[in-house]
């Protein structure tokens, strides 16, 4: 392998095997490290289902990359990947999306003028940057639409909330519960960081029945197939 290790982080185990898939195998070899199962598949690959929601994925990929490092061999690029809801027109159903902004949408503080986000109050982030040499080729590679994807606490499922949150990220193309957390992990550690994700539902009102998991989770490992070759050779000239 030429390129970094990599730390793919899904949310749930039906994400991971996507991602699996596309190495033309199942889950991959098991190891376990403190607080953490992963499974190795193809050329230097690690893939965790770190759990749901941003504070669980960030205590995944933490425990995950301080066990990395201990072993004297730590990741140079944890992606987050899985899928999410889409904002239409932008990100239909069925697509795939990458951020070039990682942005936490709802932390901060409600006010009688609206939303504050936490960094507006002094302290903080809520933004992250993935390298933009590798958006741009992870994009030409898999075909994805690249813009903010939002990390949310608790999903949208209103047309109101959706409006809200287009208002205050203009260029939000998607939002999903965890890849604000990996991001933040990934900092910590000083490690790249990247967020891909296949559209199953539009964001607004919930209809389960218009939902198409089946397909995005089908997209996410195509999406693999066409990215993996471009992880394994990325340097981190521009982190």
Not at 7 to 13: H, M, N, R
Not at 120 to 141: D, I, K, N, Q, Y
């Amino acid at each position: 392998m030429t390129g970094p290790r990599v730390l793919v982080a899904t949310a749930v185990p039906a994400e991971r095997d996507a991602v699996a898939r596309a190495f033309g195998e199942g889950p991959g070899r098991t190891e376990h490290r403190p607080g953490v199962t992963l499974h190795r598949v193809g050329d230097g690959h690690d893939l965790l289902a770190a759990g749901v929601g941003p504070a669980l994925a960030a205590a995944s990929v933490s425990a995950a990359l301080t066990a990395a490092a201990l072993d004297g061999t730590p990741y140079g690029l944890v992606v987050s990947a899985g899928i999410a809801g889409g904002f239409p027109p932008d990100a239909p159903v069925g697509s795939l999306v990458l951020a070039d902004l990682i942005t936490a949408a709802d932390l901060g503080a409600e006010t009688a003028d609206g939303f504050l986000p936490v960094t507006e109050l002094g302290f903080g982030t809520v933004t992250h940057h993935p390298p933009r040499s590798l958006v741009r080729a992870a994009a030409a590679a898999t075909g994805a639409r690249t813009g903010v994807i939002l990390t949310v606490s608790t999903v949208t499922g209103t047309a109101d909330r959706a409006a809200a949150l287009r208002a205050r990220h203009p260029r939000a193309l998607a939002e999903a519960m965890e890849g604000f957390g990996v991001a933040e992990a990934a900092a910590a550690h000083g490690t790249a960081v990247l967020e891909i994700r296949a559209v199953s539902n539009p964001v607004g009102p919930r209809d389960r029945a218009a939902w198409r998991i089946a397909d995005a989770l089908d997209a996410l490992t195509a999406a693999f197939g066409k990215l993996a070759p471009v992880l394994e050779s990325w340097h981190r000239h521009d982190h």
